[in-house]
């Protein structure tokens, strides 16, 4: 079988992140298109794989040379790239969040099932984390007995924005520990409520009003609870750490340093410097399992319903953050596409 031909919408952080995988590390597949309207970034990541540059990403989507996508474009475009690639029936892997607004997400769950089938991942990778896939693995078995709660500590080591509100964090950052609160307890939301610690006024490098911190409290179907919460600006560095806790026992993640290190009278293990060193195995497994199933003509893993399903409670919680109050979830229907 001839190597999957996969054009890639962005060439920013992600967009390298993923062009690099798909071209170095993963044989099955090769990239033949890039956009950006950067275009220094986009000749730069072209001549880094070899692929040819487009000017329209909807071209990109349309041309027959092309015969998956993958989209690490501005989040609110997300969505319209994920429905034109279903409507050409490519099979896209879609970062995350899979849009902005639930009402962007819902139109790529309606032209899946329009289509009758998946042809959307969403970039949730950390579903491929070793770490986080053991969690599942033990909740699964029974292990752990009845889930009680989850909880999701998220770490980043500065402001990825000047801009970084409420909505920004619950949205851009926040969207992964909505995702693993799912995936890990198996159940839905039902009720949402959060807090958030500002930037103190005058704050270098972001804008008033700019949130460091957000606490967020999930209810789920079955009573048990999900605690997330987002350091925007740790200083130190960036971590992840999930925890399942059941009736039975208590598993979570490592720190994941490969090193320990005594000196000076210290004890000292390495941190991550950011996402994409923290998770470098799960973006290759995550990619490679989109690799394997878009060469048959399908996709993987988190779907545009997981994906709108987070779009759901992120404007939950926005909503909460926003009010100071408790905000209840109406239960949604999951179409028959979405069986897992
Ligand atoms: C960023 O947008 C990501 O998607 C990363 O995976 C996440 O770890 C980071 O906190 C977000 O800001």
Redesign the pocket.
Request: hydrophobic residues 40%; proline residues 0%; neutral net charge.
């Given at each position: 079988m001839s190597a999957l031909a996969v054009g890639v919408i962005g060439t920013g952080m992600?967009g390298e992140v993923h062009a690099r995988l798909l071209n170095d590390r993963i044989g099955s597949a090769r990239v033949v298109a890039v956009s950006d309207p950067d275009t220094e970034r986009r000749r730069m990541v072209a001549e880094a794989v070899g692929a040819a540059e487009f000017d329209d990403p909807m071209g990109l989507i349309a041309a027959p040379e092309v015969e998956a996508v993958v989209i690490a474009s501005p989040d609110h475009s997300h969505a319209g790239f994920a429905v034109a690639s279903v409507q050409a029936g490519k099979p896209c892997m879609c970062?995350?969040p899979l849009a902005t607004t639930v009402d962007d997400a819902r139109l790529v769950v309606d032209a899946e099932v329009a289509l009758g089938r998946r042809l959307v991942q969403v970039?949730f990778?950390r579903e491929f984390d070793e770490g986080h896939a053991s969690l599942v693995s033990l909740r699964r078995s029974g292990a752990l007995g009845e889930v009680v709660a989850v909880r999701s500590t998220?770490v980043?080591p500065a402001p990825?924005a000047p801009g970084v509100t409420a909505e920004r964090v619950i949205t851009?950052?926040m969207i992964?520990d909505i995702h693993s609160a799912r995936f890990l307890s198996g159940a839905e939301v039902e009720a949402v409520s959060a807090s958030v610690v500002p930037f103190a006024a005058g704050s270098s490098g972001v804008d008033d009003g700019a949130v460091r911190f957000v606490a967020a409290r999930l209810e789920l179907v079955g009573g048990a609870v999900a605690l997330l919460d987002?350091n925007v600006s740790s200083a130190y560095g960036?971590r992840?750490v999930a925890e399942v806790v059941g009736s039975e026992g208590t598993a979570r993640t490592s720190e994941g340093s490969a090193v320990e290190m005594w000196s000076s009278g210290a004890r000292v293990e390495k941190v991550s410097a950011n996402?994409p060193e923290?998770?470098s195995a799960a973006y290759l497994t995550e990619l490679t399992a989109w690799v394997s199933a878009a060469s048959e003509g399908g996709v993987t893993g988190p779907s545009a319903w997981d994906g709108l399903m987070a779009n759901v409670v992120a404007e939950a919680l926005v909503d909460a953050s926003t009010r100071g109050e408790r905000v209840e979830i109406a239960r949604w229907e999951r179409p028959a596409v979405y069986e897992r």
């Open positions: 992600m970062e995350k970039g990778m998220h980043n990825w851009q950052s992964h987002v960036y992840v996402w923290h998770f």
